[in-house]
T-cell receptor, first 111, second 110 residues
Framework: DVKVTQSSRYLVKRTGEKVFLECVQDMDHENMFWYRQDPGLGLRLIYFSYDVKMKEKGDIPEGYSVSREKKERFSLILESASTNQTSMYLC??????????FGPGTRLLVL | SQQGEEDPQALSIQEGENATMNCSYKTSINNLQWYRQNSGRGLVHLILIRSNEREKHSGRLRVTLDTSKKSSSLLITASRAADTASYFCATDERGNKLVFGAGTILRVKS
């Protein structure tokens, strides 16, 4: 069963902490994505990667960075977590053109 | 960022009834996709329709696409309580970076 996994379902961190969210896909997809989802704001793209070591900013990259050292793994990094980064974070992957496969999401609370 | 628009925002129906959700978008596309999201979970890809297709079926799902009106509809026939979820359309207006609609919340009462 093909899938995208995320390292945590729930995470609680303190303001100023460095936070790593990991995403792994087993479908050999070229593209990987990080979104955040907030009530009333829908899904917003943070970063996108179309190949190993390649990345592209999405709509709201400020305060985030990403790393893609291997094709199957795409990490989202919050360098210094802030309360306004409390959100649901969704990772997805896809072939070049096609539907995206989403992970189960990580609900992050920053105190 | 650009976002498609979906209507209605929320829909409540009885089990067995049909549910129709609509999506509009702004610019030309190659394909449009529909996703479902159960509460607190990730999105699940339902169906993809290409710009040269007018209608597509998958089980109880029927999707139509009208590129002249820049709109699409998702019909779920004979709905079940398990269909209760949020439904999103997404277009490739920006290539691989999908543009998601705000979603329609569907509640199916048993």
């Amino acid at each position: 069963d093909v899938k995208v996994t995320q390292s945590s379902r729930y995470l609680v961190k303190r303001t100023g902490e460095k936070v790593f969210l990991e995403c792994v896909q087993d479908m050999d997809h070229e593209n990987m994505f990080w979104y955040r989802q907030d009530p009333g704001l829908g899904l917003r793209l943070i970063y996108f990667s179309y190949d190993v070591k390649m990345k592209e900013k999405g709509d709201i990259p400020e305060g985030y960075s990403v790393s893609r050292e291997k094709k199957e793994r795409f990490s989202l990094i919050l360098e210094s977590a802030s309360t306004n980064q409390t959100s649901m974070y969704l990772c997805a992957s896809s072939l070049l053109w096609g539907g995206q496969v989403f992970g189960p999401g990580t609900r992050l609370l920053v105190l | 960022s650009q976002q498609g628009e979906e209507d209605p925002q929320a829909l409540s129906i009885q089990e067995g009834e049909n549910a129709t959700m609509n999506c509009s978008y702004k610019t030309s596309i190659n394909n449009l996709q529909w996703y479902r999201q159960n509460s607190g979970r990730g999105l699940v890809h339902l169906i993809l329709i290409r710009s040269n297709e007018r209608e597509k079926h998958s089980g109880r799902l029927r999707v139509t696409l009208d590129t002249s009106k820049k709109s699409s509809s998702l019909l779920i026939t004979a709905s079940r309580a398990a269909d209760t979820a949020s439904y999103f359309c997404a277009t490739d207006e920006r290539g691989n970076k999908l543009v998601f609609g705000a979603g329609t919340i569907l509640r199916v009462k048993s």
